[in-house]
C-alpha cells in the first residue's frame, strides 16, 4: 500500500492510501484539476475583485450624499474620510460609469461636472 500527503494551494490537506497504480490515478487528476506546477503552486492566480468604488459610492449614496450637487473633489475628500484614497483620475471613471447606469445624474455647472441622485 502507498500513502501520500497532499497540500493542496488553498491549504486543504489531503492523504490518498491505496495501491501505487491508485495513489498515481489520484495525483494525475488533481494535477489536472489545480493545475500544479513544478513548485506545486496554482498555476492560475485568484483574479481580483473589482468593484469597490462602485459599491463606495452606493453607501454615499444611501446615506443622502448626493443630494446637493457633488464635484469630484468632494467625492474624494468624502472618500478619504473614510480610510478610502482615491486620486480624481479614477474617481472620475466610476462617477462616469454612475451615470451612465442612471444612478447619478451628471451635468456641468460653472464649467465643471457635478453629480446628484
Request: proline share 5%.
Amino acid at each position: 500500500m502507498a500513502l501520500a500527503k497532499i497540500t493542496m494551494p488553498g491549504g486543504i490537506f489531503v492523504q490518498v492510501d491505496g495501491t501505487p497504480t491508485e495513489v498515481s490515478a489520484v495525483l494525475e487528476n488533481l494535477k489536472s484539476k489545480y493545475g500544479t506546477g513544478s513548485r506545486g503552486r496554482a498555476a492560475r492566480r485568484p483574479k481580483k475583485t473589482r468593484g469597490e468604488i462602485p459599491g463606495l459610492l452606493e453607501g454615499l449614496k444611501a446615506e443622502e450624499f448626493f443630494k446637493s450637487p457633488r464635484g469630484l473633489s468632494d467625492v474624494q475628500q468624502k472618500l478619504a474620510e473614510l480610510g478610502h484614497h482615491y486620486p480624481v483620475t479614477t474617481l472620475s471613471g466610476a462617477m462616469q460609469a454612475q451615470s451612465r447606469s442612471r444612478n447619478l445624474r451628471r451635468f456641468k455647472q460653472n464649467g465643471k461636472y457635478v453629480y446628484v441622485q
